[in-house]
């Protein structure tokens, strides 16, 4: 794939404790786009991995959740003039490669935001199967508590233009921010569309990423939003 | 009188005594933890008028009543309380997120200079 460099679209990569895999996953994205790293409060070497490479690197002083890092990504892309923002998880099961496939669609169909989603056709996923039925039942859980009903509500490779990001506020500081933005997107009447992406379950991502039991937890913090939104 | 209602108004009196001291700017709140005050005293040494105003309801006992509202209570309580911790984590939440945006680093460069409040 013919891949174009532009640091005009800024890659956020919300961190925490992944000192194993930051670089090479930041290393990446450096190639074609600006990147900024937001530690929310890592307690390992993650800085000193990154040191060297042209990376924005903001911390966190205390532990806020990845809701909050995205945010605070965000803010600080649109003070650096980005013209379209990406949300990409730091553990490396995201494909670098769908940046650009996004982008596409997303001038494509002139969409304010386009999510990534792991059960459109077109996308490759190696999803361990008691996985996918927690997404499954996410899936509709998010539809509730959104009013949108995408294939696939908790990925967290999102691209989206300026103006959207500056419409998306998120306050949800944990895992409910994902609805958060679904919420945000249907309330500002933003035009949105899915693009199927690849993931990569690593052994890695799999003991780093989000637990299946978590979802309970997720589940609490969504009813929470809605009751106080 | 008997021994538990003289625990139970020296209590109820001690309690609103303290709350009295800790929040006496206000003369509404004053207001209000006088007749908190009052009422529970009242209930204390009636306790049968909890039945009557029970019956009144429908509910067969008073003690059933003073359950039922009290959960009731305390599940408002909880809320409010939850409103306010919601509030408080916004309020840090954004003291942090100001503050590491001032110290964003650029690691490329050598001695990794900070921006600076202005990006």
């Given amino acids: ?229 | 009188m008997v021994p538990i209602q003289i625990v139970l108004i020296s209590a109820v009196v001690f309690i609103c005594f303290y709350m009295y001291l800790r929040l006496r700017s206000n003369l509404l709140d004053a207001a209000l933890i006088f007749l908190f005050c009052a009422g529970a005293i009242f209930f204390i040494l009636f306790p049968n008028t909890t039945t009557e105003i029970a019956q009144w309801l429908g509910v067969k006992r008073g003690i059933n009543l003073v359950f039922y509202v009290t959960i009731f209570f305390l599940f408002f309580l909880i809320l409010k309380l939850y409103a306010r911790i919601r509030r408080l984590e916004k309020k840090f939440t954004d003291m942090v997120r100001e503050k590491s945006l001032d110290k964003a680093e650029d690691l490329s460069k050598e001695n990794h200079d900070t921006y600076g409040g202005a990006v």
């Fill in chain 1, 1 to 229: 794939m013919l891949s174009t460099v532009d640091k005009s679209i800024f890659v956020i990569v919300p961190c925490f404790n992944e000192v194993y895999i930051i670089r090479r996953t930041v290393e990446l994205l450096l190639q074609n786009y600006s990147v900024i790293v937001v530690d929310d409060a890592s307690t390992d070497d993650t800085k000193q991995k990154l040191v060297g490479l042209e990376v924005h690197y903001i911390k966190h002083f205390a532990n806020l959740g990845q809701g909050a890092a995205i945010q605070t990504g965000i803010e600080f892309a649109l003070k650096k003039r980005a013209e379209y923002i990406v949300t990409f998880d730091a553990d490396g099961q995201h494909d670098k490669a769908d940046i650009e496939k996004m982008l596409e669609v997303l001038k494509k169909d002139n969409a304010g935001i386009v999510f990534g989603s792991r059960f459109l056709p077109g996308s490759t996923t190696n999803m361990p199967a008691t996985r996918r039925i927690v997404l499954k039942i996410a899936r509709f859980i998010n539809y509730l508590a959104s009013g949108m009903l995408l294939s696939d509500a908790n990925n967290g490779l999102r691209v989206m233009t300026r103006k959207t990001a500056e419409k998306i506020v998120i306050t949800e500081n944990r895992s409910s921010h994902n609805a958060q933005v679904q919420n945000l997107v249907k309330l500002n009447n933003l035009k949105y569309t899915e693009c199927p992406v690849n993931i990569s379950y690593s052994e890695y991502s799999r003991k780093k990423g989000v637990k299946n039991i978590n979802s309970i937890r997720i589940l609490y913090d969504l009813i929470l939003y809605k009751l106080f939104r």
